[in-house]
């Protein structure tokens, strides 16, 4: 079936680096997200990677695609207390639709 | 350009009463969605329209009904609420042959039944 997981908290020291991980079943998605909403707001487009690469990277963030293992990791170096929000990893599946399933979202705290 | 908005912003309903949602967007999107967040459950889908005069069902469409009559607009309605149905809503568009498919999101609207 099509599954996203990831951890619900996380907690980081402003200036540390943030680690997010996310796992997903379908073997079929073309494009990963990653999504961020802040409070009391929308979803918004981080970054995404296509499912033919293994990193990207995009100034503090880096992504990094492990395809055997259907892991998906967002890094964002020097945490500000501003990255404090959800993080929802997100596969596009091949569908008739452009069918997107999203994780739970993370919670990211960052503590000054 | 004022992307995706979403009317209203907050509603509290008795159960069985009804109402409608308004999704509007002004980046000539031909797809839209709309998603229910629920805590520790991520974004499911309702309804999707892939084009006006278009509708299909979601992940989670039972209750709700939908209809795509002008582009710019998706309304998602409710006939007879429950309290299964509290929730924050959330309206998405897609522009159409996008390869990235980057979804915008609206700013959701917060669902109390009693």
């Known amino acids: 079936g099509e599954d996203v997981e990831q951890s619900l908290f996380l907690s980081v020291r402003e200036g540390d680096s943030s680690v997010i991980n996310c796992t997903y079943t379908d073997s079929s998605s073309t494009y990963l997200y990653w999504y961020k909403q802040e409070p009391g707001a929308g979803l918004q487009l981080l970054t995404y990677?296509?499912?033919?690469?293994d990193m990207k990277q995009d100034q503090r963030l880096t992504v990094l695609l492990n395809k055997k293992d259907k892991h998906l990791s967002l890094r964002i170096a020097d945490t500000q207390t501003g990255d404090s929000a959800i993080y929802f990893c997100?596969?596009?599946?091949?569908?008739?639709?452009?069918?997107?399933?999203f994780g739970p979202g993370t919670s990211l705290s960052v503590i000054p | 350009n004022a992307g995706v908005t979403q009317t209203p912003k907050f509603r509290v309903l008795k159960t069985g009463q009804s109402m409608t949602l308004l999704c509007a967007q002004d980046m000539n999107h031909e797809y839209m969605y709309w998603y229910r967040q629920d805590p520790g459950m991520g974004l499911r889908l309702i309804h999707y329209?892939?084009?006006?005069?278009?509708?299909a069902k979601g992940e989670v469409p039972d209750g709700y009904n939908v209809s795509r009559l002008k582009k710019q607009n998706f309304l998602l309605g409710l006939e007879s609420a429950a309290p299964s149905q509290t929730s924050v809503y959330f309206c998405a568009s897609v522009p159409g042959g996008s390869p990235i498919n980057e979804q915008f999101f609206g700013p959701g609207t917060r669902l109390t039944v009693l």
């Open positions: 990677i296509f499912s033919n690469m």
């Open positions: 329209s892939v084009g006006e005069g278009t509708t």
């Open positions: 997100a596969e596009r599946l091949k569908t008739s639709y452009d069918k997107v399933i």
